[in-house]
Structure formats: C-alpha cells, structure tokens
C-alpha cells in the first residue's frame, strides 16, 4: 500500500473514533457517561415548571423551534424555573437574544416574591417591602421577583442598560457585580454557547468557550454591591450576602423581551 493510501487510512480511522457533536436537545453517549442530564428535549415542559397550567395561567415562556422561548409582554413577568433544586453544578445552555433584547439565567435563588400593586419610587423599595409583606395569591397580572445572582443575557450594542450603564450589565456579566474580563458575543441572531459552574461560593461564567468571570460570592465586591443597591441590612440585602439557601432552583428570565434558550443539559458536581 502506497503511503499515501495508508495516510488516508489512517485519517479515516480518526475521523471515525472522533466523538460526533450531539444533534440539538440531545446528549452524547460521551455526556451520558460522564453524568449529564439533559433539561430540555426541544418539545416539552419537562424539567421544568410550565406557566400555562398555573392558576390564573402564565404565557411568559413558550416553545416555538426547538427552544424555550421567552415572550414579550406577558400577562405575567416570570421566569421559568427548574423543576428542581441543584447545589454545586456544571451548566451548559445555547441561547440567543432579539435585538435591544434583555435576559439572563439566575442562580442561587434565595427566594421568589410577587410585587406588591403599590407603587413606590424605586423599584428597590418595593422588592424590599415585598418580601416584608408578602402577598399569598398568584396575581393575574404582576411580576414575580427572582432573588438571586444572574448571568447576564443582553443585546451589548442596542441594549440600553448595557449601552449606558457599562460593562457590569453586558453579556456574561454577573449582574451588577463583576464584568467579563471580555466580549465574547456572536452577533445578535446567533445562537451563543455559554457555561456556568457554581460550586460552594465559587462561580465561573463561560461564553463561547472563554472563561469570563472567576468569582466568589462571599467576595467583599458582593456585599458592596448589594448594599449599594439593596441597602445595607435590608431583607434582600440580607438574603444575597448570607446566602442561607445551597439547594436552589435555576431559572430563564423573562425581562419583556424575545429570548430562545436550547440544548440546557446539567451535571451534578460532588
């Protein structure tokens, strides 16, 4: 046989062993092995809390195309929720944003409450007053507030809080606390890969496979930044920093605006 022949061969026999990419909603025999669950199958609510069968219902998050699909302008501001809790975790999700678009996936929840109908000032004032005094029922209009940490989802050119108010509220950020060390977007319309892996106090943020933010969340900055915004000893000032839940839902947030999340998968970390 020619070298060349055997060359080809050779490559050929590679290119065969090689792992091939798992289709869209779909775990590879590799992720199975290694203790990946897959959170979404591309059709269905499963692993998650559907909107739609609550009472009074919800339509803040549908499936259109193989992805769940945050609506605007809900009946409802919610966010979709796991089904269940996770501890210390490895997180891996495709989403893509409409342009001007606004989103996020929140972490390390601490607590979920439907705003008062009062209206105050600031919108901190009424969280705050709002989980002093929570209301029992489930509004038919409303929105409910997610007390946790976010990765941030954002159109960086068009969207005005990123525009505006800087790097701490760009893509990938840790909302309000630490900016990724860079952009890694893909234009607005592509799907972005990203991770995020939360183990004790200690976070990472991935976007397109750059490793953007390297974080603790008992950081001196945390508590600075809760402070700032929350009010230093206020009840979700308090929630933040001390962080009594470990065991916690992870939810897709509808902030108003077209956002499309596929190929959720999740692994346990021990």
Not at 12 to 17: D, K, P, Q, T, Y
Not at 59 to 66: K, R, Y
Not at 69 to 82: C, G, S
Not at 169 to 183: E, G, S
């Amino acid at each position: 046989m020619s070298r060349l022949l055997t060359m080809g061969a050779t490559f050929c026999v590679l290119a065969a062993a090689a792992p091939l990419p798992a289709a869209d909603n779909e775990l590879t025999p590799q992720e199975k092995a290694g203790g990946w669950i897959l959170l979404f199958d591309g059709h269905s609510f499963a692993n998650w809390e559907d909107p739609a069968p609550k009472s009074p219902p919800g339509d803040s998050f549908t499936i259109a195309d193989g992805c769940l699909r945050a609506t605007p302008h809900p009946k409802i501001d919610e966010d979709l929720f796991t089904a269940r809790t996770w501890g210390d975790f490895e997180f891996d999700f495709d989403w893509k944003i409409s342009p001007r678009g606004n989103s996020g996936v929140k972490y390390r929840i601490q607590d979920r409450i439907f705003l008062l109908s009062e209206h105050k000032p600031k919108f901190e004032d009424l969280a705050n007053d709002s989980e002093l005094h929570r209301r029992a029922d489930r509004p038919a209009k409303g929105q409910e507030y997610v007390v946790g940490f976010e990765y941030q989802i954002t159109d960086n050119t068009r969207n005005p809080d990123a525009v505006y108010r800087g790097p701490l509220h760009a893509t990938a950020a840790l909302y309000d606390i630490f900016p990724p060390l860079q952009d890694a977007t893909l234009p607005v319309g592509e799907f972005n890969r990203s991770r995020l892996i939360v183990k004790g106090k200690h976070v990472e943020h991935w976007l397109n496979g750059v490793k953007v933010i390297d974080a603790s969340l008992d950081a001196p900055e945390v508590a600075a930044a809760m402070a700032k915004r929350w009010g230093d000893g206020s009840p979700i000032y308090n929630l933040l920093v001390e962080q009594p839940r470990k065991q916690c839902q992870i939810s897709l947030q509808n902030h108003d605006d077209e956002a499309w999340f596929k190929n959720l998968k999740i692994r346990e970390l021990n």
